[in-house]
């Protein structure tokens, strides 16, 4: 197990976690991926949470994101990863279960690690601060930007809110996805609803 607390430790890990993705992910995914490491250390460091781990899970999030569609289902398959009834159907879904997986096997992610990159997509309704703070990143890592002016006006309004409130932030996400969701006839993940319920129970 790494000890977290070990500069070195930890810098070399990234150093291994950097190089599998740059070989296992497109260049753009890549290059996200060092947006939500930076981005997800600069919340742990308003947050009050463990820099490194921050650092590392942000890093590796989407490690599994760009296996094709029957490789993930093979994965899961393969090694007992339970698939619900709506990531049957939106298998890219399935990438945070199984990033969770890969990152316990090859790097002995903490069960806690593990979580926030499980919790990345649909976000859930036990998310502690660290994956909140993932979840979050991910949705505004410096690199994004949208040309259409509401959605990049949406953006920085996230980007402002996650520095002062991560569970506004979480909600604004989840938000924003449900109103896209619902536009587009998609289906939504039940965990997407039992999060924002939770902080609402949580604010009232
Ligand atoms: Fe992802
Ligand atoms: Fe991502």
Same mark, same amino acid.
Do not use: C, W
């Given at each position: 197990m790494i000890d977290f607390n070990n500069n070195k430790e930890v810098e070399e890990m990234l150093q291994k976690i950097d190089k599998d993705i740059k070989q296992e992910l497109s260049e753009k995914r890549y290059k996200h991926s060092i947006g939500v490491m930076q981005k997800a250390e600069e919340l742990a460091e308003i947050y009050g949470v463990d820099v490194?781990?921050?650092? *590392?899970?942000? +890093?590796?999030?989407?490690?599994?994101?760009? +296996?094709?569609?029957?490789?993930? *289902?093979r994965y899961a398959k393969e090694n007992k990863i339970e698939v619900d009834e709506i990531e049957k159907i939106n298998v890219g879904l399935l990438h945070g279960k199984i990033g969770a997986d890969i990152c316990k096997k090859r790097y002995d992610f903490t069960k806690e690690m593990q979580d926030a990159i499980q919790y990345h997509t649909t976000g859930n309704e036990n998310m502690d601060l660290l994956a909140k703070i993932?979840?979050?990143?991910?949705?505004?890592?410096?690199?994004?930007?949208?040309?259409e002016a509401e959605k990049a006006k949406q953006l920085e309004t996230a980007r402002g809110i996650a520095k002062s409130n991560i569970e506004e932030a979480v909600l604004y996400e989840i938000d924003s996805s449900l109103?896209?969701?619902?536009?587009?006839?998609? *289906?939504?993940?039940?965990?997407?609803?039992?999060?924002?319920?939770?902080?609402?129970?949580?604010?009232?």
């Open positions: 490194n781990k921050a650092k *590392l899970v942000g +890093l590796a999030h989407d490690i599994g994101k760009e +296996l094709p569609e029957e490789e993930k *289902l993932i979840f979050v990143a991910d949705k505004i890592e410096d690199g994004r930007n949208y040309k109103i896209y969701t619902m536009q587009k006839k998609k *289906l939504i993940h039940p965990d997407s609803i039992s999060t924002r319920n939770k902080i609402i129970m949580n604010m009232i």
